[in-house]
């Protein structure tokens, strides 16, 4: 059997880790063939395909990004995607294909399996809003990350006695604003699954300066006020419909400022979040990923996901885990509640 391989959507770190896992059990165990999709599903339609084999995958565990490259493609949007994407796979004899994505990537994927097309799917992302799994690989770095920022912004925001806005990255869920911001000691965390008050953030702010403490207030780059609208960078759409976030940190700062007559500026971690290399839980998590994947190919298992249920790892079907975005609950929010303000 050839099987192939794309990374698709956003990069994250982790990615690496499950080619090299698919790679290096695939070829030792069951002797199957290796090629790679370069840059997701634009390889698929390009016909852009490279060889892959255990020697093209040592050293590659600890370093972020993805060897294959990736990008924003949707097939759908292209005229005669779908004839391209199978006779690119024809023309390389690709039987199977282990598509390693996000929900956008893995959406395609499971049309595309109920078009016929052999895959199996393996989920990342930072923003750890894939159904199904309870963790996707990619998230516990960028939480790591974004709370390394937290401690170095509180010393700062300290010495001055200023508010400091963190905004961070998770398009439509919190997941990495609630972890990142109580990992870190936030006194305030806005997510985009609660709508928030400006007027009680402001009191939070002007009740943290009352015991001489600066506030640190951490907000996702989805959150909404309430009554209030999206913050984006432009109304220009990728292949699946997104706009460019980003934006409601600025706004915020300038109405915390505006509010309480308290000095108060923004950090945009960004793209930070994405890069560099890979903690140790998401090498583990994306190298069980890799493991799972290709034995599921090896069992004819095609049109489903890995995922991580507890600490086993199991698959269901990528329809099910591609039909909603996984939101943070309201009551794990608000367990946390106390310690706001």
Known sequence: ??????????????????????????????????????????GALQGKVVPLDIPSVRGILPRGGTILGSSRTNPFKHEDGVRRVR?????????????????????????????????????????????GTDYTFGFDTAVGIATEAIDRLHTTAESHMRVLVLEVMGRHSGWIALHAGIAGGANVILIPERPFDIDQVCEQVKSRFKINYAPIVVVAEGAVPKEGQMSVKDQSLDEFGHVRLSGIGEWLAKEISERTGSDARTTVLGHIQRGGTPSAFDRWLATRFGLHAIEAVKDGAFGMMVALRGTQIVRLPL?????????????????FDVLFG
């Open 87 to 131: 006779d690119t796979l024809s023309t390389y004899d690709v039987d199977a294909l282990v598509v390693i994505g996000g929900e956008d990537t893995l959406g395609v994927a499971s049309e595309l399996s109920r078009q016929g097309i052999n895959l199996v799917g393996v989920p990342k992302t930072i923003d750890n809003d894939v159904s």
């Open 1 to 42: 059997m050839k099987v192939g391989v794309l990374t698709g959507g956003g990069d994250c770190p982790g990615l690496n880790a499950v080619i090299r896992s698919v790679v290096r059990k695939g070829a030792q165990e069951y002797a199957f063939d290796f090629v790679g999709l370069r840059d997701g599903w634009l």
């Open 319 to 335: 329809a099910d885990a591609t039909a909603q975005t996984k939101k943070v609950d309201p009551s794990l929010y608000d367990e």
